[in-house]
Protein backbone atom coordinates (compact mmCIF):
# COMPACT_ATOMS: atom_id res chain seq x y z
CA UNK A 1 0.00 0.00 0.00
CA UNK A 2 1.53 3.52 -0.70
CA UNK A 3 0.18 6.43 0.44
CA UNK A 4 0.38 9.83 -0.63
CA UNK A 5 -0.94 13.18 1.45
CA UNK A 6 -0.85 16.46 0.76
CA UNK A 7 -1.35 19.53 2.76
CA UNK A 8 -1.00 23.25 2.77
CA UNK A 9 -3.94 24.31 1.49
CA UNK A 10 -6.73 27.23 2.19
CA UNK A 11 -7.67 30.36 1.36
CA UNK A 12 -5.17 33.32 0.46
CA UNK A 13 -6.27 36.97 -1.34
CA UNK A 14 -5.02 37.77 -4.63
CA UNK A 15 -0.88 38.20 -4.73
CA UNK A 16 -0.63 36.13 -1.50
CA UNK A 17 1.61 33.00 -1.82
CA UNK A 18 1.01 29.06 -0.24
CA UNK A 19 2.95 26.04 0.39
CA UNK A 20 1.57 22.91 -0.93
CA UNK A 21 3.09 19.57 0.62
CA UNK A 22 3.31 16.15 -0.91
CA UNK A 23 4.36 12.92 1.16
CA UNK A 24 4.46 9.56 -0.06
CA UNK A 25 4.57 6.54 2.58
CA UNK A 26 4.24 2.97 2.63
CA UNK A 27 5.18 0.04 0.32
CA UNK A 28 6.97 2.18 -2.24
CA UNK A 29 9.96 1.03 -4.13
CA UNK A 30 11.48 4.55 -5.30
CA UNK A 31 10.00 7.27 -6.67
CA UNK A 32 10.50 8.30 -10.66
CA UNK A 33 8.88 11.49 -10.30
CA UNK A 34 6.21 13.65 -8.41
CA UNK A 35 3.91 16.53 -9.62
CA UNK A 36 1.34 18.40 -8.92
CA UNK A 37 -1.97 18.63 -10.82
CA UNK A 38 -5.51 20.74 -9.93
CA UNK A 39 -8.49 20.52 -11.18
CA UNK A 40 -10.82 23.33 -11.22
CA UNK A 41 -14.99 22.92 -11.20
CA UNK A 42 -16.64 22.24 -14.63
CA UNK A 43 -12.80 21.55 -16.11
CA UNK A 44 -10.25 18.52 -16.31
CA UNK A 45 -7.87 17.99 -14.36
CA UNK A 46 -4.33 19.72 -15.49
CA UNK A 47 -0.58 19.08 -14.87
CA UNK A 48 0.73 22.09 -12.90
CA UNK A 49 4.44 20.99 -11.96
CA UNK A 50 6.17 17.88 -11.47
CA UNK A 51 9.81 17.07 -10.97
CA UNK A 52 11.81 13.62 -11.53
CA UNK A 53 14.14 11.88 -9.49
CA UNK A 54 16.65 13.20 -10.95
CA UNK A 55 15.63 16.92 -10.59
CA UNK A 56 14.60 17.38 -13.82
CA UNK A 57 10.97 19.77 -13.42
CA UNK A 58 8.41 21.09 -15.90
CA UNK A 59 5.84 23.53 -15.21
CA UNK A 60 2.87 24.74 -16.86
CA UNK A 61 2.83 28.26 -19.13
CA UNK A 62 0.36 29.42 -16.45
CA UNK A 63 2.43 29.17 -13.44
CA UNK A 64 6.22 29.83 -14.89
CA UNK A 65 7.41 32.13 -12.72
CA UNK A 66 5.24 32.23 -10.18
CA UNK A 67 5.42 28.39 -8.92
CA UNK A 68 8.42 26.20 -7.88
CA UNK A 69 8.62 22.43 -7.29
CA UNK A 70 11.28 21.28 -4.78
CA UNK A 71 12.40 18.53 -2.83
CA UNK A 72 12.15 18.95 0.91
CA UNK A 73 14.66 17.35 3.11
CA UNK A 74 12.37 14.65 4.30
CA UNK A 75 12.07 11.58 1.73
CA UNK A 76 9.80 11.18 -0.46
CA UNK A 77 8.26 14.52 -0.03
CA UNK A 78 8.06 17.36 -2.36
CA UNK A 79 6.65 20.78 -2.25
CA UNK A 80 4.76 23.17 -4.22
CA UNK A 81 5.89 26.75 -3.50
CA UNK A 82 3.02 29.30 -5.16
CA UNK A 83 3.78 32.87 -5.32
CA UNK A 84 1.94 35.95 -6.80
CA UNK A 85 -1.13 33.61 -6.86
CA UNK A 86 -4.32 34.71 -8.93
CA UNK A 87 -8.09 33.62 -8.57
CA UNK A 88 -7.99 31.50 -11.92
CA UNK A 89 -5.19 29.44 -9.91
CA UNK A 90 -8.32 28.62 -7.77
CA UNK A 91 -8.70 24.65 -7.79
CA UNK A 92 -8.34 21.41 -5.85
CA UNK A 93 -4.75 20.32 -6.31
CA UNK A 94 -3.70 16.68 -6.52
CA UNK A 95 -0.38 15.29 -5.73
CA UNK A 96 0.46 11.97 -8.08
CA UNK A 97 3.37 9.89 -7.31
CA UNK A 98 4.89 8.07 -10.14
CA UNK A 99 6.59 4.77 -9.04
CA UNK A 100 10.07 3.75 -9.93
CA UNK A 101 9.78 0.70 -12.23
CA UNK A 102 6.66 -0.08 -12.33
CA UNK A 103 5.11 3.49 -13.17
CA UNK A 104 2.55 3.08 -11.46
CA UNK A 105 0.81 6.59 -10.73
CA UNK A 106 -0.53 6.84 -7.13
CA UNK A 107 -3.01 9.68 -6.08
CA UNK A 108 -3.51 11.59 -2.79
CA UNK A 109 -6.75 13.12 -1.89
CA UNK A 110 -6.48 16.88 -2.89
CA UNK A 111 -6.43 19.76 -0.92
CA UNK A 112 -8.47 23.27 -2.18
CA UNK A 113 -6.69 26.32 -2.81
CA UNK A 114 -9.53 29.17 -2.85
CA UNK A 115 -8.11 32.94 -4.27
CA UNK A 116 -10.49 35.33 -3.84
CA UNK A 117 -10.53 39.07 -2.09
Known amino acids: QVQVVESGGGLVQPGGSLRLSCAAS????????MGWYRQAPGKERDLVAV???????NYADSVKGRFTISRANAKNTRYLQMNSLKPEDTAVYYC???????????WGQGTQVTVSS
Open 96 to 106: EVVESGSLTAY
Open 26 to 33: GSIFGIYS
Open 51 to 57: ITSGGST
